[in-house]
Every structure is written in C-alpha cells, then in structure tokens.
T-cell receptor, first 113, second 115 residues
Framework: AQSVTQPDIHITVSEGASLELRCNYSYGATPYLFWYVQSPGQGLQLLLKYFSGDTLVQGIKGFEAEFKRSQSSFNLRKPSVHWSDAAEYFCAVGEPGANNLFFGTGTRLTVIP | ETGVTQTPRHLVMGMTNKKSLKCEQHLGHNAMYWYKQSAKKPLELMFVYNFKEQTENNSVPSRFSPECPNSSHLFLHLHTLQPEDSALYLC??????????????FGPGTRLTVL
C-alpha cells in the first residue's frame, strides 16, 4: 500500500533563507506526486505535481520539487522564503489511474523576520 | 483555486443533532470527495463519487451519510456524532478523466465541533 512520510513536523526559517521540505513515499511503481499548501482556516491549494517526464518540476509561488526515484523522495524547495509562505505543507502520492491520494501528516512552516 | 465552496464554514452540534454539510464545485468536474482532517493525522479519505456514483467508502461509520445528487453537489449528512468526530471536513473535486489520476481541488472546509 502507498504511504507518505514527512519527517519534519515543524520547520522554522528566516525570511529570505532557502527552504527544503522532505517527503518520502512508499509505492511499488512510479507514483503521481503532489505538494499542497494549507493556510490557516483554508483548504488545500496545489503547489505542483509530478506525473512523468522531467524530474524537476516548477510550481506556483516560486516553489519547485525534485523526484528522485532512487531515494523515493519528492522534496519541495524554495530559494528564498517570504513571510507569506508560512503555512502547512502536505505531500501526497497517487496511484496512476486511481482516485485515491495518500497524504503525509504535513510540515508546518514558520517564517521569522 | 476558489472553484469549490463549502457551507457552513463552522458548525457546532450536539451528539443528538442532525446536520448536513454542503459542497459545490463550479469547475465542471466529474469526481467529488470527502476528507476528514484531524490534528496530527494525515488526511483521511472518506467517500468518493464518480459521475454521481459512490466508488469509495473508506470504512466510514454509518453516522456519516453522503449524498451526491449531481456532479456539482455533494452533501455529508451527520447524525448522532461523537466528540472524536470533531475535525475539519474537506471537500474536493477532480476532472476524473478515464484512466487518469487527476489533480484534486479542495474547498476551504467545514470546521465541525461535536459537543
């Protein structure tokens, strides 16, 4: 069965610093991979997704993620964090052709001035 | 994306009450989902509807009853809930093209508190 691990529950970074949020998945084949962001009191917004092709994918708000099959990882990165990036970030994995998405427990990002 | 709306945004109910959550999507999608989001836990998929037909019931207790009258509307009827059912209930939709795993678009959620 698919599963997603986000090892960091909470990360604090300074505004302007770089960011990397980790995501590891368990799935037998190449999954579909997603990163979502959730601001307080809001639903989830899609940041980016990987289905196939180039393993480095660009998303909205300056985020990118890299799929590394050998490490079963899909880490999210941003070169310079803005205060408005403070939110909770969720990694999700889906099986091609299926409805279900499996989500990680999320990483809460705090941005300090 | 603001194409998925949910009402009410907040709901407080007693264990003997009956209430309903409503979700509406304005994206022309064919699949709709209910998720439960509890603190410190991954999102839990509850129900999936494809073209108005329920295709997934993830072992959800019968005190939660979904209804999908058309591809744009999804309801979650609640009765005799327990305090542990307090959570954020998220609705999502996706295009659900055959053979595809589509991006899901989420509503803002209903914050439910059961007293």
């Amino acid at each position: 069965a698919q599963s997603v691990t986000q090892p960091d529950i909470h990360i604090t970074v300074s505004e302007g610093a770089s960011l990397e949020l980790r995501c590891n998945y368990s799935y037998g084949a190449t999954p579909y991979l997603f990163w979502y962001v959730q601001s307080p009191g809001q639903g989830l917004q899609l940041l980016l997704k990987y289905f196939s092709g180039d393993t480095l994918v660009q998303g909205i708000k300056g985020f990118e993620a890299e799929f590394k099959r050998s490490q079963s990882s899909f880490n999210l990165r941003k070169p310079s964090v803005h205060w408005s990036d403070a939110a909770e970030y969720f990694c999700a994995v889906g099986e091609p052709g299926a409805n279900n998405l499996f989500f990680g427990t999320g990483t809460r990002l705090t941005v300090i001035p | 994306e603001t194409g998925v709306t949910q009402t009410p945004r907040h709901l407080v109910m007693g264990m003997t009450n009956k209430k309903s959550l409503k979700c509406e999507q304005h994206l022309g999608h064919n699949a709709m989902y209910w998720y439960k989001q509890s603190a410190k836990k991954p999102l839990e998929l509850m129900f999936v509807y494809n073209f108005k037909e329920q295709t997934e019931n993830n072992s959800v207790p019968s005190r939660f009853s979904p209804e999908c009258p058309n591809s744009s509307h999804l309801f979650l009827h609640l009765h005799t809930l327990q305090p542990e059912d307090s959570a954020l209930y998220l609705c999502a939709s996706s295009p659900q093209l055959p053979g595809n795993t589509d991006t899901q678009y989420f509503g803002p959620g209903t914050r439910l508190t059961v007293l």
